[in-house]
């Protein structure tokens, strides 16, 4: 049976329109869902954040390579995650020069190594970074993100070769 509102309409229409608007929800959720799990497959570590320093994303390789459990919420947080591997005056001048504080500032970075000291793991690092502005379509800064790996290996075997060539 079709029932009829003051205005002549049936609610059959009405629901119409909500099942249109539901599949479009879990059509948006089930992308979401499908990009989470193509960044926690990247061995990258990818960090997203808005304007603000909220951190958007953090993927299960960023948690990997920073060997944090703690949560990722703003930006102070990925800060503090460095902290164990620098002392406090060398923090405030790497935080200064970090690709994501510097994409935030609108500048975009490419090929940025960042070496640092793990105390917790007795280990020199190498990050290599590259990161951009996010921007909206008119041009205004909405966020920044940052995609980095652990590049140690790398920057050690180039120093081996380099050292070959010396000799």
């Not at 990009?35 to 390789?61: H, P, W």
Request: proline residues 2%.
């Amino acid at each position: 049976m079709t029932e009829f509102d003051a205005n002549g309409q049936s609610s059959l229409r009405l629901l119409s329109d909500i099942s249109a608007e539901t599949t479009g929800k879990a059509s948006l959720q089930r992308r979401g869902q499908v990009l989470e799990l193509i960044l926690d497959s990247m061995s990258e570590g990818v960090i997203v954040c808005d304007a603000k320093g909220e951190l958007l994303l953090v993927n299960q390789s960023a948690r990997q390579i920073l060997n944090t459990d703690a949560p990722l919420n703003s930006l102070s947080h990925i800060q503090a995650a460095y902290a164990d591997k620098h002392n406090a005056e060398s923090l405030t001048l790497f935080w200064h020069q970090h690709p994501l504080v510097r994409a935030l500032a609108g500048e975009k970075v490419s090929d940025k190594e960042l070496s640092l000291y793990d105390r917790k793991r007795h280990l020199s690092l190498t990050l290599s970074h590259a990161a951009a502005p996010l921007l909206d379509e008119h041009g205004t800064l909405i966020g920044a993100v940052d995609v980095f790996r652990d590049a140690t290996e790398q920057r050690r075997a180039f120093h081996e070769l380099q050292h070959t060539e010396e000799q």
